[in-house]
């Protein structure tokens, strides 16, 4: 692999990293509050990329079609959390994980009636379909740019919303502690409802990206990123978002460049060797590299 | 489960002999009418309802055995579809006749199972080491899978035994000299009766019933109710979760292999999420601890998607018509589990038995929450806005 190819492999799993890393940063946090491990987020990115190819048709430009995208997920964020989670909320963990795949799998299968499972043109904007060439070989697509800036503003923008506004602060002390945040006079509910709309405006730009990264989309295409945005919160530490961050991307470079580096017949495995590297974190540091609840095991 | 000490079943724990003749008598009308309701289906029953039928049985075994190892143990497990998939393809390519092995091409069989030909046996004993074979790999794969995975609580495992399913899921779709793929085998020989797949059913049902009534049983609950008490009493959790994570991947590798036997293909996508969401509503619904309630739910489970096919083909209702659905009986179904999961998370029956509850008698001492819910009160009170979620964390 000569400079030009690690080049592009590098700014490629970087890409695919942050995709990882929005999906997780959602996972995390509601994780984080609820304990509820909410399968139905590939879904939300899913119904995201959805609205932004329905949008498209009207002709308006791909900006506003992205931000009217980004509100229907919130929307869809928002009825999930209502008509599913509040009911269940205080119910066992694993009570609320199998409802999740209840509303995961009604969602998907609601997606195949309306849009019908065939795959679709993505309608990403000529625009960021380029080539740029970064020089000494190294070329990238103008989709992995965008990806990458977009990912870090946001992430940036979370940083900042939770550690300079009230809303934020009571969203890391929930996490931190739920009867302790409550008796501080902190709305649970507020800070569930917050999660669940910033969870979704990730997930709905995630949907955005991995459309133009994919270039297709279909009703079952929120089930992969999910999968593995889950083991990225799983190997950084359940319910730390700097940890879902770290995950994902330590997850995005090593599925890039484990099909790089890897014989043709294995790469089609790499699903596999994925969760296989999930199981071993799981046995050997459940609480993953940043968390800090204690490990549920014997 | 025939060297159990008697003295240990529930029913004698109760006390009276009488009692125990009671059970007995029970059990024996309850297979004579099981028997005479399979002589009715196998006479008069169409070739597509007789096939449903058996669905019924295969269903409740895979429901029964995830009773076992999630129901009893508290130890949530995703990956059970993983040992129903061990359990198919084993079986298949145990049975296929050689001549369909080289037509279909798997360079990647050992010779020995190449050549393997079972077409001269009878049926049933081909079938019956089918079986075997499937439930006694898969549980061997269990046996190495859960010594590490079984020690995993809570999410974990849930989790863990997910990533289980998804490698066994991209084995079976990559490995395409031994399974073929996508594709999948085909030209299994039709082999499951109605007979066997009930035979097994009720072997499968005793078994785990008897286990839930042993020593092993007892510690498993035990352990489920509340961890820390049960290490306490010298309950050896981690042997108890393997022997239920192994006994219930064996039965789920034998229902692998009917059910391959049955529909005559084996294909990867028979085996993975949706399967496994389905087996997951049955055991839900019927109520995480209860064996009659996991085949009450497959029963239903089963049942249900026929009727409901009639619902996605379009139908008139009076001035209302609706056109063709496909996939509606799926989110009928999610949707019909996630009010389960709000209304009745401890599902139908809880961890209760249903004949003798249709008796007006409880079974002693098994009057207990489900697994599911231990501690909670399945919703808040209105207005409450109250998470002991962290509380329970730590109870876990």
């Not at chain 1, 990882?20 to 996972?27: D, Q």
């Not at chain 1, 849009?115 to 000494?136: C, H, M, N, W, Y």
């Not at chain 1, 939770?162 to 709305?187: C, D, F, K």
């Not at chain 2, 599902?347 to 209760?352: E, H, Q, V, Y």
Request: proline fraction near 4%; hydrophobic fraction near 55%; glycine fraction near 12%.
């Amino acid at each position: 692999m000569n400079f030009g190819q690690f080049g592009q492999q590098f700014v490629n799993g970087l890409s695919l990293g942050s995709i990882y890393a929005l999906v997780a940063i959602g996972l995390a946090m509601i994780f984080g509050i609820l304990r509820l491990i909410n399968f139905a987020h590939g879904e939300v990115l899913m119904l995201g990329a959805f609205a932004t190819y329905f949008y498209a048709r009207s002709g308006l430009p791909f900006l506003v079609v992205a931000v009217l995208a980004v509100l229907t997920t919130v929307v869809i964020g928002l009825v999930m959390e209502r008509v599913a989670y509040r009911p269940t909320r205080g119910a066992p963990d694993v009570a609320l994980l199998l409802t999740s795949l209840g509303v995961s799998i009604a969602l998907q299968n609601a997606a195949v009636l309306a849009f019908s499972a065939q795959p679709r043109k993505f309608p990403t904007p000529r625009l960021i379909e380029q080539q740029v060439d970064l020089g000494a070989g190294v070329q990238i697509s103008g989709t992995n740019l965008v990806t990458v800036g977009v990912a870090l503003a946001l992430m940036a923008g979370l940083t900042l919303f939770v550690t300079r506004t009230q809303l934020g602060v009571s969203m890391r002390a929930t996490a931190e502690n739920v009867t302790a945040a409550q008796l501080m006079g902190i709305n649970i509910t507020t800070v569930i409802v917050a999660a669940f709309v910033i969870g979704s405006v990730m997930a709905g730009v995630a949907g955005i990206l991995w459309g133009a990264r994919v270039g297709r989309i279909e009703p079952l295409m929120g089930f992969i990123p999910v999968l593995k945005a889950f083991v990225a919160t799983v190997i950084g530490g359940f319910g730390s978002i700097p940890g879902a961050v770290l995950g994902a991307y330590i997850l995005g470079f090593g599925e890039i460049f484990l099909v790089a580096w890897l014989p043709d017949a294995l790469t089609s495995y790499r699903d596999a060797f994925v969760f296989t590297a999930l199981i071993l974190v799981l046995l050997v540091r459940p609480q993953g590299i940043l968390g800090s609840t204690e490990p549920e095991k014997i | 489960m025939a060297t159990l000490d008697h003295a240990r079943s529930p029913g004698r724990v109760a006390g009276s002999r009488s009692q125990s003749v009671y059970r007995l008598a029970l059990a024996v009308a309850a297979l004579a009418l099981l028997g005479l309701f399979l002589a009715y289906a196998d006479a008069s029953l169409n070739g597509y309802r007789q096939q449903l039928v058996t669905l019924v049985a295969i269903n409740a075994i895979v429901a029964v055995s995830l009773t076992l190892t999630s129901g009893f143990t508290g130890v949530f497990s995703l990956g059970q579809i993983g040992f129903l998939a061990i359990g198919a393809y084993t079986g298949a390519l145990l049975t296929l006749a050689p001549q369909w092995k080289s037509e279909m091409f798997l360079p990647g069989l050992p010779e020995w199972l190449a050549a393997l030909d079972l077409t001269e046996w009878p049926e049933q004993g081909a079938l019956l080491i089918a079986c075997l074979a499937g439930g006694g790999l898969a549980g061997l794969v269990a046996a190495v899978v859960g010594a590490p995975l079984m020690r995993l609580s809570g999410h974990y495992v849930a989790v863990a035994t997910m990533g289980f399913l998804i490698i066994v899921q991209a084995v079976a779709i990559n490995w395409e000299g031994v399974t073929r793929g996508a594709r999948g085998l085909s030209q299994i020989p039709g082999f499951t009766s109605l007979w066997v797949a009930y035979a097994w059913a009720v072997i499968t049902i005793y078994a785990v019933w008897r286990l839930r009534a042993s020593a092993f049983g007892r510690a498993m609950i035990a352990s489920r109710e509340n961890l820390i008490a049960a290490r306490a009493i010298g309950v050896d959790v981690l042997r108890e979760r393997l022997l239920a994570f192994v006994v219930g991947a064996f039965f789920t590798g034998v229902a692998g292999s009917l059910l391959v036997h049955q529909i005559g293909t084996a294909a990867p996508s028979a085996f993975y999420f949706t399967t496994t969401f389905n087996v997951i509503i049955m055991v839900v619904l019927g109520g995480m601890g209860s064996i009659s309630g996991a085949v009450v739910g497959a029963t239903i489970l089963t049942l249900a998607p026929e009727y409901l096919r009639d619902v996605e083909d379009g139908m008139d209702l009076g001035p209302l018509s609706f056109g063709a659905h496909y996939g509606l009986a799926q989110i009928i179904l999610a949707v019909g589990f996630i009010l389960v999961m709000i209304f009745r998370p401890q599902g139908l029956f809880g961890d209760r038995e249903v004949g003798p509850a249709l008796l007006g008698r409880f079974q002693p001492g098994r009057r207990r929450r489900s697994g599911l819910s231990p501690d909670a009160t399945p919703t808040l009170a209105p207005g409450v806005d109250e998470i002991p979620a962290d509380d329970r964390a730590r109870t876990e």
